[in-house]
């Protein structure tokens, strides 16, 4: 079963990577803003029920925030990083530093490990174990972390 999710990813990769190339650079960007904005919201409800509010915890809504994750985690968004987006294009500025663009193998192995917690947060949210929960949306929130420590500029 994991083979086929792993052809699945490699190919909606592949796919995104076809359509995202003929996106402009400004559009790249836009793009891929959105999408950790979005991710980043679902995190914020998932932190909302596990950390700050555990008596609202709701299990289903844990869930769809992680399925969110995941499925943002796995989309294939490394193809909005092409070429031209490496700097701010057009009307959006980007928060990417340039080391980004010069390390492929440092980036490739904080996503890989993002993708691999974020998979294993939606799995656990499976459970409804809160605690458990708790402890694997840390592990998801670091690999996050890790990345923006390492290529994100300051505001």
């Not at 796995?74 to 700097?87: I, Q």
């Not at 294993?120 to 420590?149: N, P």
Request: charged share 25%; with cysteine.
């Amino acid at each position: 079963m994991k083979i086929k999710h792993v052809l699945f990813a490699l190919a909606a990769a592949g796919l995104a990577a076809g359509a995202c190339a003929q996106a402009k650079p400004e559009d790249q960007i836009k793009l891929r803003k959105a999408g950790y904005a979005f991710m980043s919201w679902n995190m914020g409800k998932i932190k909302q029920q596990v950390i700050d509010n555990p008596g609202s915890f709701n299990k289903d809504q844990v869930l769809a925030a992680a399925n969110v994750i995941a499925a943002t985690a796995n989309s294939g968004m490394g193809a909005l990083y092409g070429p031209g987006t490496d700097k701010d294009a057009g009307s959006q500025k980007t928060r990417v530093k340039p080391e980004f663009f010069q390390q492929p193998d440092e980036v490739k192995k904080l996503a890989v490990a993002f993708i691999k917690e974020a998979n294993e947060l939606q799995k656990v949210a499976m459970t409804g174990d809160a605690a458990a929960i708790k402890a694997q949306f840390g592990k998801t929130g670091e690999s996050c972390k890790a990345c923006h420590d390492k290529f994100r500029k300051d505001e």
